[in-house]
């Protein structure tokens, strides 16, 4: 796996497409294992770009290229500053003072940080379980519905 950081090399929109064109004629080709040594010449195919052998002249292009997880390591690599970010948010005094977080500001990192630990209001609502408890009327009600659904399939089957 390749480092995240590109020191400099910004891919631009065609590269981006032509990465994606590549990536997604691999995943159709369970053939093609080994990315490092597929010639320039397949690369510019499968990307859909000629210019693919030019660009490889940049020491920096073909780790980027290459590497199918890079979208994925740049989320991942954000996550932390994030976390940390809220937190000082969280934690900074709501003064009043210019550059001072509004309350909403810091309820809102306090939710963020509360659904991605898992504690917030998505993560706690009860399951739609089969084997919850009922009420008589609700598993009435269940039968009900699953037996139109039934006289519905039986009409059209028959």
Same mark, same amino acid.
């Given at each position: $796996?390749?480092?995240?950081?590109?020191?400099? #090399?910004?891919?631009?929109?065609?590269?981006?497409?032509?990465? *994606?064109? #590549?990536?997604? &004629?691999? *995943?159709?080709?369970? $053939?093609?294992?080994?990315?490092?040594?597929?010639?320039?010449?397949?690369?510019?195919?499968? &990307?859909?770009?000629?210019?693919?052998?030019?660009?490889?002249?940049?020491?920096? #292009?073909?780790?980027?290229?290459?590497?199918?997880?890079?979208?994925?390591?740049?989320?991942?690599?954000?996550?932390?500053?994030?976390?940390?970010?809220?937190?000082?948010?969280?934690? &900074?005094?709501?003064?009043?003072?210019?550059?001072?977080?509004?309350?909403?500001?810091?309820?809102?990192?306090?939710?963020?940080?509360?659904? %991605? *630990?898992? %504690?917030?209001?998505?993560?706690?609502?009860?399951?739609?379980?089969?084997? &919850?408890? $009922?009420?008589?009327?609700?598993?009435?009600?269940?039968?009900?519905?699953?037996?139109?659904?039934?006289?519905?399939?039986?009409?059209?089957?028959?």
């Amino acid at each position: $796996m390749t480092s995240i950081r590109n020191h400099g #090399f910004t891919p631009t929109r065609t590269q981006h497409r032509a990465k *994606a064109r #590549f990536h997604v &004629a691999v *995943a159709k080709n369970p $053939m093609l294992t080994d990315l490092e040594q597929i010639s320039r010449p397949k690369l510019s195919r499968l &990307a859909g770009v000629k210019d693919v052998s030019l660009w490889c002249k940049n020491v920096e #292009f073909l780790p980027w290229f290459l590497n199918k997880d890079y979208n994925r390591e740049l989320l991942e690599s954000g996550v932390q500053p994030a976390i940390e970010r809220a937190i000082a948010i969280i934690k &900074a005094p709501s003064d009043g003072e210019k550059g001072s977080p509004k309350p909403s500001d810091q309820l809102k990192a306090t939710q963020m940080l509360l659904d %991605y *630990a898992g %504690y917030g209001p998505k993560h706690n609502k009860p399951k739609d379980d089969v084997d &919850a408890p $009922m009420t008589d009327e609700e598993a009435e009600k269940v039968i009900n519905e699953r037996m139109k659904r039934i006289g519905k399939l039986e009409a059209v089957e028959g």
